[in-house]
């Protein structure tokens, strides 16, 4: 079944519902919707989002009108919202699909009224997308509002003074806009305490084992595990090089074996002899350049043969740590995952 595979990949649905059901206890008593937005953090949005809705999600939140539609198909009775707000033009497929835009501005607000139920987001210090404090005296009144929403910037870092001015400029909002629901915390900012948390929690990428807590330990659980393929093992018996641009020199007893995994599967080049992969519960140091399709790996003094699987992403090396090693964030690792590797669910 995975002889033809150059990686496996297996995510841990039962993972994914216990850090929802984690969350859900960290907002003690408040309602806890789901992201999942671009395929559900890499992860595969029908089934990552048909194990939410068993898990007791209801409310659910994509970027994009496309991927509401996708969603609608998977979970017809699902409470679907739009944060890329109402595209121009779109209106007939959010009302077609029952999708809740997200009004980020007067004019899709303008663009909207008299439709059903839409999401209000106030732009309370991201600069990103929602309507500027400023001109909240300027939404009409008797709009159909669900969901009143900001986002957080920089809940991920402790006592932050962006966040507590946000949480104020939001309670201000809170106060002004008629609405049915208000959210303000992500997964980050979930775990910053009641203060935060309003009437809705709004996590993403703490559901998938992202840390959102950077600063102590990850309370969220990794459902992700990456195995590469050995698709051959060299004994170096003379100095040589490895990879493009021979920027690692092997010596002789040196012993590399050769994983295909790469850049084209989302194992970023910027990995190149940083990274760690763990064969049979032993550290291998990532040599030479990433290339498209391959990476090489130092296995001097362990067994290691062709046809083996090594661990790129597991227990013992998180996305997270891929993330430190490629100085970029655990999202961008997950949602870089490529579409060559053998995905296997489980739970």
Not at 3 to 12: C, K, Q, R, V, W
Not at 105 to 110: A, F, N, T, W
Not at 178 to 184: G, I, N, P
Request: glycine share 10%.
């Amino acid at each position: 079944m995975f002889e033809t595979a150059g990686g496996l990949l297996s995510i841990d649905l039962s993972i994914i519902q216990a850090n929802y059901r984690r969350l859900c206890d960290e907002l003690n008593g408040k309602n806890c919707s789901v992201v999942v937005k671009a395929d559900a953090y890499g992860l595969g949005i029908e089934p990552v989002s048909k194990a939410l809705w068993e898990a007791g999600a209801r409310t659910f939140f994509v970027a994009l009108p496309d991927e509401g539609v996708e969603l609608r198909h998977i979970l017809p009775d699902a409470d679907i919202h739009i944060l890329g707000g109402l595209f121009k033009g779109s209106a007939d497929v959010y009302t077609t699909h029952n999708l809740v835009p997200v009004l980020n501005s007067l004019e899709q607000i303008q663009d909207w009224q008299n439709r059903a139920r839409a999401d209000i987001q106030v732009d309370t210090g991201m600069t990103r997308l929602g309507i500027a404090p400023q001109d909240i005296g300027q939404i009409p009144s008797g709009l159909n509002t669900d969901v009143l929403m900001s986002h957080f910037a920089c809940a991920d870092e402790r006592d932050h003074p962006l966040s507590i001015q946000q949480i104020e400029t939001f309670t201000q909002a809170v106060q002004q806009i008629e609405h049915t629901r208000a959210s303000l915390c992500n997964s980050a900012g979930i775990f910053l305490g009641e203060k935060a948390h309003f009437d809705l929690g709004r996590p993403g990428c703490s559901l998938y084992g992202i840390n959102p807590t950077p600063h102590t330990t990850n309370p969220m659980q990794n459902p992700v595990h990456l195995q590469g393929k050995v698709i051959q093992v060299h004994e170096i018996d003379t100095q040589q090089s490895v990879g493009y641009g021979a920027t690692y020199k092997l010596h002789a007893g040196q012993k590399l074996a050769t994983i295909a995994v790469g850049y084209a599967d989302g194992y970023l080049r910027s990995l190149s002899s940083k990274a760690t992969v763990y064969v049979e519960g032993q550290a291998a140091q990532v040599i030479g350049r990433v290339s498209m399709d391959a990476i090489g790996i130092d296995v001097s003094g362990m067994k290691c043969e062709e046809g083996q699987y090594v661990d790129v992403i597991g227990p013992n090396n998180t996305p997270d740590d891929l993330a430190k090693w490629a100085g970029t964030i655990g999202y961008e690792i997950l949602t870089s995952l490529g579409r060559r590797y053998k995905r296997i669910y489980k739970g």
